[in-house]
């Protein structure tokens, strides 16, 4: 419409039944538009709340082991594991360490590499692994197949 007086836009936002809404109050001269407000209002909610549905969340779930967990145990695991990644979850692997086996670490180490080489086709190491108290921990993330 061309620069305006503020009577001679509200003048015509009132002929028209609408609002005269400061889209940039900062700008000189300011600027204006003339709209159904409650309609903007009602539209702009509506974005937001389509936006926040469509918005994938990352959630970390969580993969415990005792440090002498038995094959079949193991392999469950990591189909479990394979299951988060694809569905786009990071992952914290933990291996547990009970009573006197906290004295060694180097099994727990080896079963977190037995784990990393059977997922490496669905995820990648984000955080190698490390002691934290009694758990080693290892944290993954999905492969983006795109």
């Not at 080693?136 to 795109?146: A, C, E, G, W, Y």
């Amino acid at each position: 419409m061309g620069i305006l007086s503020a009577k001679e836009a509200l003048a015509i936002a009132e002929e028209k039944d609408l609002d005269l809404v400061k889209i940039a109050p900062q700008a000189t001269p300011p600027v204006c538009r003339i709209m159904d407000y409650g309609k903007f209002l009602f539209e702009q909610q509506k974005r937001e709340k389509e936006a926040r549905k469509n918005q994938k969340t990352m959630e970390i779930k969580e993969i415990r082991m005792s440090s002498t967990i038995d094959t079949h145990d193991f392999n469950t695991k990591v189909s479990q594991a394979i299951k988060f990644l694809s569905g786009g979850d990071k992952l914290k692997v933990s291996v547990r360490f009970r009573k006197r086996t906290v004295a060694h670490p180097q099994f727990g180490e080896e079963l977190l590499k037995n784990f990393k080489e059977a997922i490496s086709e669905f995820g990648v190491v984000d955080k190698p692994s490390k002691m934290e108290g009694r758990s080693l921990v290892m944290f993954v993330s999905p492969k983006n197949n795109k």
